[in-house]
């Protein structure tokens, strides 16, 4: 296993939700941690608490010029070099099949798939240097069918699809590849999409817990756990990891 200390890794939308919970623990771990996302409140929230070995790039990755201020924001806070990226910015799209919009859909993909394509395109040749990893934040919306949420599902199963090829690709050049599929974690995502209250979507994780078969929800934390895993593991690419309590089992009592 690779030595996180001293590592220097860019994780998108890190303001909040498991892109934070990857912060701290790397943070913690003696990494150079760059964040990224579209609030700057959030961001520098973050990294008041974490401290100087985290740095803060204000910007939205579905732009192009965003995205480069990023990296290299990412690099001159790693010292030159990148070691990890991690796809955690995304959004939830939730339509019924019966009332796609070509624009809803368009948006999802920007969002949630091309923009980590871009930027993980854009960072391969600094992860060749480091021979270093790339990790996406998948779903087991790929696992389970959650009727109306089939935009979401879809993006983030592109995201597995690209995964096992993109590790085909670049094992040659020693870049890892990975896919984290997490369960139901309490973040702020279905409230940024505007789908519900809070009250609402603490209702909605205690109704959810019961399909895990360990019976609970997960924590951004447990996630991050998973994320080190396949940053740090040498020979382990193209996986699709499922950090989820076991609700990808599809467990019934019946």
């Not at 701290?24 to 990294?47: N, P």
């Amino acid at each position: 296993m690779r030595n996180v200390e001293g590592m220097s890794i860019l994780i998108t939308g890190g303001g909040s939700g498991i892109g934070t919970d990857c912060a701290r623990r790397f943070c913690e771990m003696g990494a150079q941690v760059t964040i990224s996302g579209r609030r700057l409140d959030k961001l520098e929230a973050v990294k008041a608490e974490l401290g100087e070995r985290c740095h803060i790039a204000q910007g939205d990755v579905t732009d192009q010029a965003d995205r480069e201020a990023m990296l290299s924001a990412a690099l001159r806070h790693g010292s030159g070099k990148l070691d990890a990226l991690v796809n955690n910015a995304a959004n939830m799209y939730r339509q019924p099949v019966d009332g796609y919009t070509e624009a809803f859909l368009k948006d999802a993909f920007d969002t949630n798939v091309i923009s980590a394509m871009m930027l993980s395109s854009m960072a391969v040749p600094h992860l060749e240097v480091t021979h270093g990893a790339i990790v996406f934040i998948g779903s087991t919306h790929t696992r389970r069918a959650f009727p109306g949420a089939s935009p979401y599902a879809t993006t983030k199963a592109a995201l597995e699809g690209l995964t096992k090829v993109m590790a085909a690709e670049l094992g040659p050049k020693q870049i890892r590849t990975g896919c984290i599929l997490p369960g139901a974690v309490s973040t702020e995502l279905n409230l940024r999409a505007g789908l519900f209250t809070a009250n609402e979507a603490k209702d909605r994780y205690d109704a959810v817990a019961g399909l895990h078969a360990l019976g609970r929800i997960g924590t951004g934390t447990e996630v991050a756990e998973g994320v080190e895993y396949l940053v740090r593991a040498e020979w382990v690419t193209g996986v699709a990891l499922e950090v989820d309590g076991g609700i990808g089992l599809g467990a019934s009592n019946f």
